[in-house]
Nanobody, 123 residues
Framework: QVHMVESGGGLVQAGGSLRLSCGASGGTLSTYAMGWFRQAPGKEREFVATISRYGGTTYYADSVKGRFTISRDNTRNTVFLQMNRLKLEDTAVYYC????????????????WGQGTQVTVSS
């Protein structure tokens, strides 16, 4: 079973940048497609980005396309989410998730989840 821990969240002004990391243990990261999701207060968890097992394929939510970049380093068992030009509406708890096989933009196919890291964007 894969255990994941997110880090890198915090408070940032609108227009700023943050880089989230997701460290995995208990499994070989290259076995899994990885995703980033977020959940704002009172809202459902939503898809942000996903990356295939070896990084060859990525997909993004329209709301973050061109601003966020997902990447992975399987040698370090780590997945990253570089977030640039942050907006107020990006405020949420960000979760990384893993699933065997291919990418997915849906929540339910992911088997393993981290505990989340808070990102707060201020004006």
């Amino acid at each position: 079973q894969v255990h994941m821990v997110e880090s890198g969240g915090g408070l940032v002004q609108a227009g700023g940048s943050l880089r989230l990391s997701c460290g995995a243990s208990g499994g070989t990261l290259s076995t899994y497609a990885m995703g980033w999701f977020r959940q704002a207060p009172g809202k459902e968890r939503e898809f942000v980005a996903t990356i295939s097992r070896y990084g060859g394929t990525t997909y993004y939510a329209d709301s973050v396309k061109g601003r966020f970049t997902i990447s992975r380093d399987n040698t370090r068992n780590t997945v990253f989410l570089q977030m640039n030009r942050l907006k107020l509406e990006d405020t949420a708890v960000y979760y990384c998730a893993a699933r065997p096989g291919g990418t997915s933009t849906e929540v339910s196919p992911y088997n393993y989840w981290g505990q989340g890291t808070q990102v707060t964007v201020s004006s």
